[in-house]
């Protein structure tokens, strides 16, 4: 064999060599794209289950949501697709009565049959409660819309709760004052 034919044949590696770098790389970029596939598979699995799992309603606590202490207005968190809302009228108050405007609104749930003289109460820190003295029955009604102007005996603390009972499935939802 002459030097030529010795050069070209000695570049090619036998069975029993290591396999050329070429493959080794290939390898490498498997190891390293195998991982970033896995983490987006499972990404994709949790975003989907996520978008696709029923939205649960808050517990049907009547909590309320985005009223400010000391505010003459309270709205509950709308459990049951109700909206409870409230207003203290200061300027129709006295010095013996509290006087509110309440508000029941829905898009879903029949309110007909929905009595503010036993299902409203104002509730003192101790625990009494004070039943409505006077409904003036002028405000909207219907079977998605109520609207009630209710008078009540003016309790002697500063800090009340108005409270509406037995509404699409809430036990009790409780609507803060400060006087």
């Known amino acids: 064999m002459d030097q030529?034919?010795?050069?070209?044949?000695s570049e090619q590696p036998t069975s029993l060599e290591r396999p050329p770098k070429v493959k080794r790389r290939r390898w490498?970029?498997?190891?390293?794209?195998?991982?970033?596939?896995?983490a987006v598979g499972v990404a994709v699995v949790v975003f989907t289950t996520e978008r696709s799992s029923p939205?649960?309603?808050?517990?049907d606590t009547g909590t309320v949501t985005g009223t400010p202490a000391g505010t003459d207005q309270a709205v509950d968190g709308?459990?049951?697709?109700?909206?409870?809302?409230?207003?203290?009228?200061?300027?129709?108050?006295?010095?013996e009565q509290l006087v509110f405007t309440v508000?029941?609104?829905?898009?879903s749930v029949?309110?007909?049959?929905?009595?503010?003289?036993?299902?409203?109460?104002?509730?003192?820190?101790?625990?009494?409660?004070?039943?409505?003295?006077v409904l003036d029955p002028g405000g909207e009604r219907s079977s998605h819309h109520q609207n009630y102007t209710l008078s009540f005996?003016?309790?002697?603390?500063a800090d009340v709760m108005l409270v509406v009972r037995n509404v699409a499935g809430v036990t009790e939802r409780d609507?803060?004052?400060t006087l």
């Open 175 to 177: 609507l803060p004052f």
């Open 78 to 95: 709308g459990q049951g697709n109700v909206v409870a809302s409230a207003k203290f009228e200061r300027g129709k108050s006295s010095t």
């Open 28 to 38: 490498e970029l498997l190891f390293a794209i195998v991982p970033i596939l896995l």
């Open 110 to 133: 029949d309110l007909s049959g929905f009595n503010p003289l036993s299902q409203i109460r104002l509730r003192t820190p101790g625990g009494s409660e004070l039943q409505p003295q």
């Open 153 to 157: 005996a003016r309790p002697r603390s």
């Open 103 to 107: 508000s029941l609104n829905t898009h």
């Open 4 to 9: 030529a034919t010795m050069e070209c044949c």
């Open 55 to 59: 939205v649960r309603p808050p517990a």
